[in-house]
């Protein structure tokens, strides 16, 4: 079995390079490793939405994956979502795509024109760690949201539970390469304005991490 872990960054997922034994250092973007009987293939796009659509489309025209895993942390914008939880987030959406109309969003829909923002993913998967994963919704920005305004406008008009800046490019390329995949994150904070005595990057890394080494220690048991 071949899968490909994706993240915008070494940060979030280095515990994972310990587990595979890779050189964190060694200057590439793409890492190849084994374990158990799975082959494994680590790739770092960079932050964003924009890189993470190139680097993850160039890695899936190059090779054929059994299914492509987005691994990373984001924020939460509902109370009942913890920090350190870890969530399969089925539904994203580019919320930023569209026009203003005075203080009025439209979405591409309500414009009328063509294209996909809301990206849904369908697959099941033979892995009861990837299966029992609480299943969300989220948004993908440009800008993360720290104002209390513009934070109360974007719920009201998607209803977002989570927020990164990369899932929905990574949701979109699979999509349209008909790859099998999955968006996992785990909550560093809440969507609120910007406080990082609030935050918790370390708690979500680690169970961010931990679920992935279970989900690859599942995948050896099938």
Known sequence: MKILI?????????PLFGLLNLNINSGNNLFSAKYNQLNVDVLITGVGMVATT??????????KYDIAINAGICGSCNN???????????????SELGAEDGSDFLTLQELNLPGNTIITNTHRF??????????????????AHGNEASINKVFQKFHPITESMEGAGFMFVCNQEKIPYVQIRAVSNMVEKRNKNNWNIPLAITNLNEKIREILSEYKAV
């Open 80 to 94: 009942n979502l913890t920090i350190g939880s870890v969530v399969n987030i089925y539904e994203d959406c580019f």
């Open 126 to 143: 033979d892995n009861e760690v990837l299966e029992m994963l609480p299943k969300v919704n989220g948004i993908t920005v440009n800008t």
């Open 54 to 63: 190139y680097h993850t489309t160039k890695a899936l025209l190059k090779t």
């Open 6 to 14: 994706v993240s915008a960054t070494t940060f979030e997922i280095q």
